[in-house]
């Protein structure tokens, strides 16, 4: 059974700030590492998605990475603004967990003016 | 717009009072599912399905029911809605669940 786990839970950065946010899995036959954003009391807004074959994916400051032989994603974030202030959840699907999508708790970052 | 839309958007009901939240995608996509998420417990997901006519219980489908009899819609039934299903749902669609999922805006529900 498919386990994600995110830390931390919570992070506070001046804005200018680079950072990185930690998401780990539990079952390497994971299919695909996907990262999401959630504002208060809103929708998922999807980030980037990275397939079991690839190392990274990158999207404007965003860059994703995946290793699957230590069952690690992160997602940096470049020179950091207050309005990436927001809930971030990060969501693997692998064989072992019947397709579903198995969500961390997600890391609330918020970026200081 | 490719979309996944949901409604309603909020809804308080009372116990017991059947219910029906509503998912259509226009993507043409085969796979959607159900999320609930609560604070301190994440999303957890709800039922799933593959195709038409095909569905599947996911991790806490209790009091839930569901149906697929179109492509693009993928209702959520609670017959007899409890106070512990109060949660925010999400729908979610994806050509096939190794790619890319889209979720819609959310649910708030409040069963009193």
């Known amino acids: 059974k498919q386990e994600v786990t995110q830390i931390p839970a919570a992070l506070s950065v001046p804005e200018g700030e680079n950072l990185v946010l930690n998401c780990s899995f539990t079952?390497?036959?994971?299919?695909?590492l996907q990262w999401f954003r959630q504002d208060p009391g809103k929708g998922l807004t999807s980030l980037l998605l990275i397939q079991s074959s690839q190392r990274e994916q990158t999207s404007g400051r965003l860059n994703a990475s995946l290793d699957k032989s230590s069952g690690r994603s992160t997602l940096y974030i470049a020179a950091s603004q207050p309005g990436d202030s927001a809930t971030y959840l990060c969501?693997?699907?692998?064989?072992?967990?019947?397709?579903?999508?198995?969500f961390g708790k997600g890391t609330l970052l918020t970026v200081n003016p | 717009e490719a979309q996944v839309t949901q409604n309603p958007r909020y809804l308080i009901t009372v116990t017991g009072k059947k219910l029906t939240v509503t998912c259509s995608q226009n993507m043409n996509h085969e796979y959607m599912s159900w999320y609930r998420q609560d604070p301190g417990l994440g999303l957890r997901q709800i039922y799933y399905?593959?195709?038409?006519?095909?569905?599947d219980k996911g991790d806490v489908p209790e009091g839930y029911k569901v149906s697929r009899k179109e492509k693009r819609n993928f209702p959520l039934i609670l017959e007899s809605p409890s106070p512990n299903q109060t949660s925010l749902y999400f729908c979610?669609?994806?050509?096939?669940?190794?790619?890319?999922?889209?979720f819609g805006p959310g649910t708030r529900l409040t069963v009193t």
């Open positions: 079952d390497s036959a994971i299919y695909n």
């Open positions: 979610a669609s994806s050509p096939h669940p190794i790619y890319e999922q889209y």
């Open positions: 969501a693997g699907t692998s064989r072992g967990s019947n397709y579903k999508l198995t």
């Open positions: 399905s593959m195709n038409v006519e095909v569905t």
